[in-house]
């Protein structure tokens, strides 16, 4: 993605360490909340990759094109569980984000860029519609799940010893996380 490399990095580390997360719940978990933490871990890693600063690695258009494949079939695959639930159409809306993103970056590494505006894949007179639509979609994501994320205080005399797996409370936080995290990769789009 463009922008500073600091940014990039903390992308890298709060996208690896949710789809790391993530992968450690899987485990925990079985059925439909299984294959969401896999998809979200898919998410997850999939946007610490993108976010690496080119400092680090100058990714292709290959590499892009490869990105744009792999979140268009897990979109693909996610078609059916939208129709039934929000979360399985939030996670649909975030996999065509990756894909839209994707292309864009794919389309930027192949153009000879003339401006500063051809560079970071905006027209002059903006930013384009889509992703100012997404823009939108994720904020209104991440305040109203926001507002909706509240402590859960553990019942007196409870052990501490539950397992971060085992965590439900870090799986909205986890979510809400990534949507800034999307944000921010929109924004340096």
């Given at each position: 993605?463009?922008?500073?490399a600091?940014?990039?990095?903390?992308?890298?580390?709060?996208?690896?360490?949710?789809?790391?997360?993530?992968?450690?719940?899987?485990?925990?978990?079985?059925?439909?909340?299984?294959?969401?933490?896999?998809?979200?871990?898919?998410?997850?890693?999939?946007?610490?990759?993108?976010?690496?600063?080119t400092?680090?690695?100058?990714?292709?258009?290959?590499?892009?094109?490869v990105?744009?494949?792999?979140?268009?079939?897990?979109?693909?695959?996610?078609?059916?569980?939208?129709?039934?639930?929000?979360?399985?159409?939030?996670?649909?809306?975030?996999?065509?984000?990756?894909?839209?993103?994707?292309?864009?970056?794919?389309?930027?590494?192949?153009?000879?860029p003339?401006?500063?505006?051809?560079?970071?894949?905006?027209?002059?007179?903006?930013?384009?519609?889509?992703?100012?639509?997404?823009?939108?979609?994720?904020?209104?994501?991440?305040?109203?799940?926001?507002?909706?994320?509240?402590?859960?205080?553990?019942?007196?005399?409870?052990?501490?010893?539950?397992?971060?797996?085992?965590?439900?409370?870090?799986?909205?936080?986890?979510?809400?996380?990534?949507?800034?995290?999307?944000?921010?990769?929109?924004?340096?789009?």
């Amino acid at each position: 993605m463009h922008g500073p490399a600091m940014s990039g990095w903390l992308l890298v580390t709060l996208c690896g360490a949710t789809g790391a997360y993530c992968l450690v719940r899987m485990r925990s978990c079985s059925g439909g909340a299984r294959e969401a933490a896999g998809g979200e871990a898919l998410m997850g890693l999939g946007m610490a990759a993108m976010a690496l600063p080119t400092a680090l690695v100058e990714q292709t258009g290959a590499a892009w094109v490869v990105y744009a494949s792999v979140f268009a079939l897990a979109a693909l695959r996610g078609l059916v569980p939208a129709r039934h639930s929000a979360r399985h159409l939030h996670h649909l809306v975030g996999t065509l984000t990756m894909v839209y993103m994707a292309a864009a970056m794919a389309a930027t590494s192949h153009a000879a860029p003339a401006s500063e505006a051809a560079r970071s894949g905006h027209p002059a007179s903006g930013i384009p519609l889509v992703t100012a639509g997404l823009l939108a979609y994720y904020t209104v994501y991440v305040l109203r799940s926001g507002l909706r994320l509240t402590p859960v205080a553990a019942p007196a005399g409870s052990a501490a010893a539950v397992s971060l797996a085992a965590r439900t409370e870090l799986a909205p936080a986890c979510r809400i996380a990534m949507a800034l995290a999307m944000l921010a990769m929109l924004l340096a789009l």
